[in-house]
């Protein structure tokens, strides 16, 4: 990869740009030396102090980091948000359907069956909206509810339509 050296040591001086080395009886010690440091970390990854100088490591899922560098850790996503994958910038806003209560969630949570969510980046469940009556949501994670169809009929928050008895219209 790419290495960048920089803070070669002046002998006269026995300073660099970045660090200034103990004189001897014999001069700078470590005169003439180069430091190297590692590429910066990409963003997405963070530089893993436990492991090698220079080491960078994927943001894992529900986290990201959108500077690149030598930054420590990643940010854990906000509530309403997910990053199911590892590596990431950005954090996304939970899909209509979904919210997500706590940060650092990897995936948003599915509103349950019989409610509805139409909006983006929701953080609470009670944003989940029971279906009106005459509309239903069959399965979790529904935008919007879904009327029933002709002679058939439902509740508020029903997860199917029920037919209408014989005899009656509704």
Not at 32 to 57: E, H, K, N, Q, R
Not at 99 to 110: E, K, L, N, R, S
Not at 115 to 141: I, K, M, V
Not at 149 to 164: E, I, K, L, R
Request: charged share 10%; aromatic share 8%; proline share 9%.
């Amino acid at each position: 990869g790419d290495t960048l050296v920089v803070g070669a040591q002046y002998e006269d001086s026995c300073s660099t740009a970045i660090a200034t080395v103990a004189a001897t009886d014999n001069g700078c010690n470590d005169a003439g030396a180069a430091y190297v440091f590692a590429p910066p970390c990409a963003a997405g990854s963070f530089a893993d102090a436990s492991l090698a100088v220079g080491y960078c490591t994927a943001c894992p899922p529900g986290t990201a980091q959108p500077i690149p560098g030598f930054l420590p850790t990643c940010n854990n996503c906000s509530a309403g948000e997910q990053q199911p994958l590892s590596g990431q910038a950005v954090c996304e806003a939970c899909p209509t359907g979904t919210y997500a209560t706590f940060d650092g969630q990897a995936m948003c949570t599915p509103c349950p069956a019989g409610r509805r969510q139409p909006l983006t980046g929701q953080s609470l469940e009670l944003s989940c909206l029971y279906c009106d009556a005459g509309t239903f949501a069959n399965a979790s994670g529904s935008a919007e509810c879904t009327p029933c169809p002709d002679n058939h009929f439902a509740g508020v928050g029903a997860t199917s339509c029920t037919p209408c008895f014989p005899g009656f219209e509704c």
